[in-house]
């Protein structure tokens, strides 16, 4: 498995046409609450004053994206790996790398959300420490930084 980098650059119009084009992947947007996106919703996504965007890359190539909103004491977190790249370990990097960045914003606490069907990334969150602290259709999880 290869080393990946998070970069906090600008987004440039690229980049949102594939983040758009994950978005609007049946096979990952079945894993987010809003089944559609559209170019507007991003843009508003991260125009969001209190909301960090990151690029996941492998060898210059964007393989993912991570969204974090910054409240304070917690970090609501959103991450996206581009389907040809799952089940190799980048969510898991990917998630240490953040959590890294997050702590250095001096953030207590990360809190995720995610459908109960998607049980790789519940897994991949458990290990990583984090706890379920609502269940139903929609779980959330958060780990204390």
């Known amino acids: 498995m290869k080393l990946i980098k998070i970069t906090a650059k600008s987004i440039a119009k690229s980049r949102l046409n594939r983040i758009l084009t994950w978005c609007n992947d049946p ?6 609450k809003s089944k559609t996106r559209t ?6 996504i991260l125009s969001e004053s209190k909301t960090y965007n990151f690029m996941i890359n492998e060898d210059n ?3 993912g994206y991570i969204f974090t909103t910054n409240y304070g004491n917690y970090a609501y977190l959103t991450i996206m790996i581009d389907k040809k790249h799952w089940g190799r370990g980048y969510g898991r990097q990917a998630m240490i790398l ?5 702590r250095k914003l001096k953030t207590k606490k990360i809190i995720l959300g995610l459908y109960r069907e998607n049980k790789r990334a ?3 969150y458990k290990s990583l420490g984090y706890k379920q602290t609502k269940k139903g ?5 958060e780990k204390k930084l």
Do not use: A, H, V
């Open 27 to 32: 096979e990952i947007s079945r894993f987010f």
């Open 122 to 124: 519940f897994n991949l």
């Open 98 to 102: 953040i959590e890294d960045k997050i």
């Open 137 to 141: 259709n929609i779980i959330t999880m």
């Open 61 to 63: 190539q964007d393989i």
């Open 39 to 44: 170019m507007e919703r991003i843009l508003e």
